[in-house]
């Protein structure tokens, strides 16, 4: 799922303002994109990294891809980060104006359901997960 988010955001950076709107990164962010304000594709590209990063993370959890370093605190703290962008809705929308209330509801829902997924999982996978010895 962060792979996802991962390329959805990179779509922002290909496809120009109508993806930064119709992901409702904000009018503002949208129209920065049109003038070639750099920001947006800066911001946009340190997200994707991000989340291309925690998609690794998780792979390596799956046992997709080798081991990664600190591996069960990466995958606490990156479902924590989910979980609680997921649930503090009223002080991110008041940190971040200029998005509409869809937009904060279904990101917000988006990452709580991919917290959950990831906490479900997680604990699945705890006794694998346990740091090697040696």
Do not use: N
């Not at 291309?52 to 995958?75: H, I």
Request: charged fraction near 10%; charge should be positive; include cysteine.
């Amino acid at each position: 799922m962060s792979a996802l988010a991962a390329f959805a955001h990179l779509g922002c950076i290909v496809f120009g303002a109508p993806w930064y709107r119709a992901l409702g990164a904000g009018e503002w962010i949208a129209r920065a994109a049109e003038a070639g304000d750099p920001y947006p594709t800066s911001i946009t590209l340190a997200i994707a990294a991000v989340l291309g990063l925690w998609s690794l993370y998780a792979f390596s959890g799956a046992g997709l891809v080798r081991r990664l370093p600190l591996l069960r605190t990466a995958l606490c703290a990156i479902t924590g980060v989910y979980l609680l962008r997921g649930s503090v809705l009223p002080p991110v929308m008041a940190a971040f104006p200029g998005r509409s209330a869809a937009f904060w509801w279904w990101s917000s829902g988006i990452c709580l359901g991919i917290g959950l997924v990831h906490l479900v999982g997680l604990i699945q996978a705890w006794p694998a997960l346990r740091a090697r010895k040696g």
